[in-house]
């Protein structure tokens, strides 16, 4: 949403006071902000106590700006938290996950017990396979029950998972094995989209071509289709897994210690390995899960629609849910995988109670019209959540009316990978909601708004989101490069963590995010950085400069936009436009990920530059946004910005 059709909204918006049938909730934790403003170490300590601790820790936090340790001298199991709890305590035959698969006939049930004893089994072959403690582990996987099991058969031996999306290409899978040193790595076969089997392993094969460390592969027979094998290297999960012991006995590791690795995109071209640790991640994600989504264990079946590939599923599909002891849906497929009405169905059989989903399906389920949801019995649900990127209010209300049926309180959520767990968000029963806005920050977190010298702005106004004191699950830093880490998070406003995205305060100081307003896109909740796109095209053969800018969508929140010029001295140059244009969108697929596919390719024989020979970037994205251009006079030829305005008028959009 632009910034003046958010004023128009603001102007209009309607406010939903804390819906009635959270009102127990509401009566039960009226002091709850108060409590933790007051003081939020001593406040976190109280939430450390829904974990499982082998040690109980005495030292809650450990600050040094910007490394922070929070209950240093307390032991745990990340594993032990998830599972052995809820079984020694007469819960292993709740149901943990109802799986369903992408073709309809697909579908799993399993247990709490059953989870464990994977588990066990799982973490027995690792140690067979030689993973030890400290071990990085890369996942490789898609959303099938074996993905979890692996993750929590990992963190049970105290090695480190780095779960890579499987929809990224093999470039991008042996780049962040290689920037962890993984030795180890757990994959499928392949993959089902849509009923049609697509294929894992080659990728996999193909990014150890240049990563010589990795001693072994174990791989999930999930579609049964051929596979190159490397023998003494590769070790099929059944054939390793079924005859394990499902008794497994568990160590215990400090609080601080490396649980996982994720990677984001920066504002260079190379990836961000962005590491958790134990005990802090696990204490955050488990009190927003209970208190952001009001979970009632013995009565609710959650749905988080996103990929273990993300921070989401890590948080919110496996770690906040499993301490919690709920049951789970966890879906492969995609929305209209068997139809467009696939979501609906699955709501109805399982009988939902709580749906988290990004505003890009919600736009997505929105075109596909109200009529699909009034089909099926939605009635189970209770509450509705938002994640991954700011929903626009038209979204925020649709959600609302036509699947929450004007019944349902909605909590717009917003958080990083970096921050760990959702960070701002209004509470069911405590906290009021407008249509689009995430709020206020949750007990125990500072947030604020600052102008470009650090300062608070006041209601009504916009600037930086920042983060004011530290939180249990913040990163630990960005692996093997803490220079990187203060200079991306801490330089920008020192003592406060600068999370990268706009925000804004209305006239009641409640906070709207607006995006990023650095050079990281966000593409369906997936953040990409321009630079590494760039990098991508640049280095296809036919290219010899590329400027690429995000541009607003109305499904996607924004669609990448790149402006290509090409080599004189190439065989392109004789080829259809339109064909070049679809080799470098797949050039771009193969190097990143379908999801970095630019929405347009601009081919222009020039860019507008500046004097100094430095790209405007900012010019390109009024061209792409089509706005009234800025100022052209440092430009050596303005003339150029009008011609790529031509071209972009008659430029071909990709509907993918």
């Known amino acids: 949403m632009t910034e003046a059709k958010l004023e128009a909204w603001l102007d209009e918006t309607r406010s ?6 959270f009102a127990k909730q509401a009566n039960a934790q009226p002091t709850i902000y108060a409590e933790a403003e007051a003081d939020p170490v001593s406040w976190w300590r109280r939430q450390a106590d829904r974990l499982v601790w082998h040690k109980e820790p005495t030292n809650t936090l ?26 020694a305590n007469g819960k292993g035959d709740k149901v943990a996950y109802h799986w369903v698969g992408d ?20 973490a027995n072959a690792l140690t067979e396979l ?29 090695a480190v998972h780095s779960v890579v999306f499987a929809g990224f290409s093999a470039d991008a899978l042996s780049s962040r094995i290689l920037d962890s040193d993984c030795q180890f790595v757990v994959t499928a076969d392949g993959a089902f989209r849509r009923g049609t089997a697509a294929p894992l392993k080659p990728a996999v094969d193909e990014a150890l071509e240049s990563c010589p460390n990795v001693k072994a592969v174990l791989v999930v027979r999930r579609t049964g289709g051929e596979v190159k094998w490397v023998d003494g290297r590769d070790h099929w999960w059944h054939e390793t897994i079924d005859h394990q012991s499902t008794s497994h006995t568990p160590e215990f590791f400090p609080s601080e210690h490396t649980m996982l690795i994720m990677y984001t995109s920066g504002t260079t071209a190379k990836p961000k390995g962005i590491f958790h640790t134990t005990g802090g991640y696990l204490t955050q994600v488990a009190t927003t899960y209970n208190q952001v989504f009001d979970v009632k264990p013995d009565t609710d079946t959650c749905w988080t629609a996103a990929d273990i590939g993300w921070i989401t599923g890590h948080s919110y599909i496996i770690y906040g849910p499993l301490i919690n002891g709920v049951t789970q849906v966890m879906y492969e497929g995609l929305p209209d995988s068997g139809g467009k009405d696939r979501w609906w169905k699955i709501i109805e059989k399982y009988k939902v109670t709580i749906l988290y989903t990004a505003p890009t399906t919600i736009r997505t389920l929105m075109k596909w019209g109200s009529e699909l949801p009034k089909g099926h ?20 209300m649709w959600y609302r009316e036509n699947i929450g049926g004007n019944r349902c309180p909605i909590v717009d959520t917003w958080w990083q990978t970096e921050t760990g767990a959702i960070l701002i968000s209004p509470l069911p029963g405590i906290t009021a909601t407008k249509p689009g806005a995430a709020m206020k920050p949750l007990p125990g977190i500072g947030v604020d708004v600052v102008d470009n010298d650090g300062n608070s702005v006041g209601n009504g ?15 630990r830093g960005i692996y093997g490069d803490p220079e990187r880490f203060k200079e991306t998070y801490w330089a920008r406003f020192p003592g406060k963590y600068f999370a990268g995205d706009g925000a804004k305060r209305d006239e009641d100081g409640d906070l709207w995010l607006l995006g990023r307003i650095d050079d990281v896109m966000n593409i369906s ?14 280095g296809h053969p036919a290219v010899a400069e590329a400027a690429v800018v995000g541009a607003s969508d109305d499904t996607t929140g924004q669609a990448i936009v790149a402006f290509v010029t090409l080599k004189l001295t190439t065989d392109d140059q004789g080829k259809d436009q339109a064909e070049v244009i679809e080799e470098l969108r797949q050039h771009v697929a193969k190097v990143i990920s379908p999801i970095a596919r630019p929405r347009q390719i601009i081919l222009t024989p020039e860019l507008p530059k500046t004097r100094s020979g430095k790209i405007m970037r900012r010019l390109l994205r009024d061209v792409a946004e089509n706005r009234k251009l800025g100022d052209v006079t440092t430009l050596t030829d303005p003339t150029v910005v009008n011609m790529i305005s031509e071209l972009m008028d008659t430029s071909v959009t990709s509907d993918e």
Not at 67 to 85: E, H, I, M, P, Q
Request: net charge negative; glycine share 6%; charged share 20%.
């Open 461 to 475: 106004e916009g600037g930086y989101l920042v983060i004011t004191h530290p939180w249990p699950a913040m990163t």
């Open 130 to 158: 030689g993973v030890k403690t400290g071990d990085r582990v890369a996942v490789y996987m898609p959303m099938i029950p074996e993905a979890v099991v692996t993750m929590l058969a990992i963190v049970r031996l105290g």
């Open 377 to 396: 019995d939605l009635t189970s649900l209770r509450l509705l959540g938002s994640v991954g990127e700011p929903i626009n209010p038209e979204a925020w």
């Open 16 to 21: 939903f006071a804390p819906s009635p049938e």
């Open 525 to 538: 909740g997936h953040r990409l950085s321009t630079t590494e796109v760039e990098h991508a095209l640049v």
């Open 103 to 122: 073709p309809e006939q697909d579908s799993r049930t399993i247990t709490y017990k059953e989870l464990l004893d994977l588990v066990c089994q799982t």
């Open 62 to 87: 450990e600050w040094d700006l910007p490394f922070a340790k929070w209950f240093s001298d307390g032991t745990l199991n990340a594993s032990v938290n998830c599972l052995d709890r809820h079984v």
